[in-house]
Every structure is written in structure tokens, then in C-alpha cells.
């Protein structure tokens, strides 16, 4: 676990693993330069607690350096990851260590997740495909494992060198496309996880939205590499690519690099025709969205037609 500026969500991270079923476990907590309490936090849970082992950062060091801190720490032979505001359902270790130790084959394995909002009320929910050939499909086109649900080998991410050190936010993803080169990947198809959304959380800072979309361009590109993929999901692999660098010629043009932004644009409608459609900001940006609704106003109402009919209800749905 690695752990910055939680806010009131530690404790209950915390609680959710030291009431697991399978107790056998170390709690690594990389506490990396918080100033909201959670140093104080997570030092008396170790003080009442000899599995938890707190390193204490003095200032942030990135996410990515603290997870391979954190696993440079580990002696186990797997490697469980919960973020400090998500939360573990009592069966997770039990069952992932379970599967792990019958199945040799596999490197990772995540589970279905619930999404909560900052309340604790649910939002949605993450099932991904299960089994491994369905989640090696799944890696062109979206991350088929949460990272807070995710149980890997140890000594696979060492042979592979840990997290990749250039990747900022997406190291999770980069390192699942290391392991497939390894082994397979699998999702328990239960709901042993729960993932919380909130505004606080870094991967949802405007700040960052350029870095993410770069990287995640690069790694969907790379996990295309890969191979082995069927002309089904390698169809879903150019139009979430699309989507991608769509998003990214929006940011560049809004930078005042328009020139660049003009030719990702043209990248991306070469992938996804339909990319500007696909994406809400791009909708707005392009002026897609505004003729929609004029296009949708001068069309005669009939009784055949729902005065509520959407163009496309899965337009906004984040790949």
C-alpha cells in the first residue's frame, strides 16, 4: 500500500485487510510524504500490529518509486496491492492465494470490483472478462485488472524489472503486458474488491489529463504488439486508440499547439471515424455535439419517436 493524502479513507483501507480471512500476510505501507494526519495514522496501526511495516517517506517520491519500494520490501511469494482508499472484501487473500497456488500458469489475478463514490454509495461496477484467454483479448483495447484487486508473483515482477520507472500512471497496465509475456492473466469473476472514486484521487486531476493520455497511447500501442489477438478485438484496439489520441489532439490544441493538435486529430479519425462521436469533450470541441441537437430539432415529432432518444448512449463511457 502506498499512501498519500488519504484523507478519511485509510483507516477503513486498513481495517478492510486486517479483517481478512486469511490472516498470514505483511502489510508493506509506504507512507510517501503525507501532511493530513495518516502518517500518525498508519504508525499506530503498526505499533498494535507486528504484520504491518511502515516505511516513512519524509517527502512524495512519485507513485511508481514507492511501488517498487514497497515491493523491493516484500519476502512473500505473492504480492497483493490495495490502494489507501479502496477497500478488500474479507474472502480477497484467501481466494487469489487459493487460485495462484492451483493454477502455475497464471502471474496475476484481479477480481470483479464495485465502484463507491466518496459517500460509500455504489456507481458502478468493474467485471472483466475472467478467464485468461478472454483477458489476454481484452489488453488491446482496455486494463482487464484493477490494480486494488490484483495478487501477483513475486518473483515475476522482479524477473521483469518491477513497475516500468517512465510510467507515471499507468504503471499497472505496463506491467500486466510484461506479465503476459510471462504467463497468464486472470480475474476471479467475484466481487472480491471495492474501488473508491473520488475527486481528491490523482488519476482524476486535470493537472495530469495530458501525461495520462500519452501514456496511455504508448501502451495500447505496445500491448498491439503483443499479438495473438482476434480481428474482433483488434477492431476494439484501433477505436479505443482512436478515442485516445482524439482526447490528446483536444489537449494539444487547447495547450495552443494546434498544428500538432490538428494532426493527432487527423491520426485518430484514421483509427475511429467516429471518434469525435465517441468522446463527449471531442463532441463539444468539434461542434458535433451542438449540430446533433440542431440536426435533432428540425426532425418532425412523431408518435413513433421518444421525445427522450439519445445519439449514442455509450458515447461517454470512459475506455
Known amino acids: 500500500m502506498t ?4 484523507g ?5 483501507a486498513i481495517d478492510s485487510l486486517l479483517g481478512q480471512s486469511h490472516r498470514d500476510f505483511e502489510l508493506i505501507a509506504i507512507e510517501n510524504g503525507s501532511t493530513d494526519g495518516a502518517k500518525e495514522i498508519i504508525g499506530a496501526y503498526a505499533a498494535a500490529d507486528p504484520r504491518i511495516i511502515v516505511i516513512d517517506l519524509p517527502e512524495n517520491i512519485g507513485r511508481t518509486p514507492a511501488l517498487n519500494l514497497a515491493l523491493s520490501h516484500a519476502t512473500g511469494s505473492f504480492v497483493a496491492v490495495l490502494d489507501a482508499d479502496d477497500l478488500s472484501r474479507p474472502q480477497r487473500l484467501e481466494r487469489q ?5 492451483e493454477n502455475p500458469r497464471v502471474v496475476a489475478v484481479g477480481s470483479w470490483c464495485d465502484v463507491i463514490d466518496e459517500n460509500g454509495a455504489l456507481v458502478d461496477v468493474f467485471q472483466p472478462a475472467s478467464d485468461p484467454s478472454g483477458v489476454r483479448e481484452t489488453l488491446v483495447w482496455e486494463n482487464p485488472l484493477a490494480h486494488s484487486a490484483v495478487m501477483y508473483r513475486r518473483q515475476a515482477a522482479l524477473a521483469v524489472g518491477g ?3 517512465d510510467i507515471a500512471f499507468a504503471q499497472d497496465f505496463a506491467l500486466w503486458q510484461a506479465f503476459a509475456g510471462q504467463g497468464d492473466l486472470a480475474n476471479l469473476p467475484e466481487w472480491l474488491t471495492v474501488l473508491r472514486r473520488h475527486q ?5 486531476q486535470p493537472l495530469h489529463s495530458l501525461t495520462r493520455v ?3 497511447i504508448a501502451l495500447f500501442e505496445r500491448a498491439a504488439t503483443l499479438g495473438g489477438y482476434s480481428p474482433e478485438a483488434l477492431r476494439h484496439g ?13 489537449l494539444l490544441c487547447r495547450s495552443g499547439r494546434l498544428r500538432s493538435g490538428l494532426a493527432e486529430l487527423a491520426r485518430a479519425l484514421v483509427l475511429n471515424p467516429l471518434c469525435a462521436k465517441d468522446v463527449p469533450e471531442v463532441r463539444r470541441w468539434t461542434g458535433v455535439e451542438g449540430l446533433s441537437r440542431r440536426i435533432r430539432s ?4 412523431t408518435g413513433h419517436r421518444h421525445a427522450g432518444f439519445t445519439v449514442d448512449q455509450n458515447a461517454g463511457r470512459d475506455l
Do not use: C, D, K, W
Open 214 to 216: 500519452v501514456e496511455a
Open 163 to 165: 513497475y516500468p520507472a
Open 3 to 6: 499512501i498519500y493524502n488519504p
Open 8 to 12: 478519511p479513507y485509510l483507516r477503513p
Open 200 to 204: 481528491a484521487s490523482m488519476t482524476l
Open 97 to 101: 492465494l487459493a487460485y495462484l497456488q
Open 238 to 250: 484501433r477505436r479505443t486508440l482512436g478515442i485516445f489520441r482524439a482526447r490528446h489532439a483536444l
Open 298 to 301: 428540425l426532425r418532425p415529432h
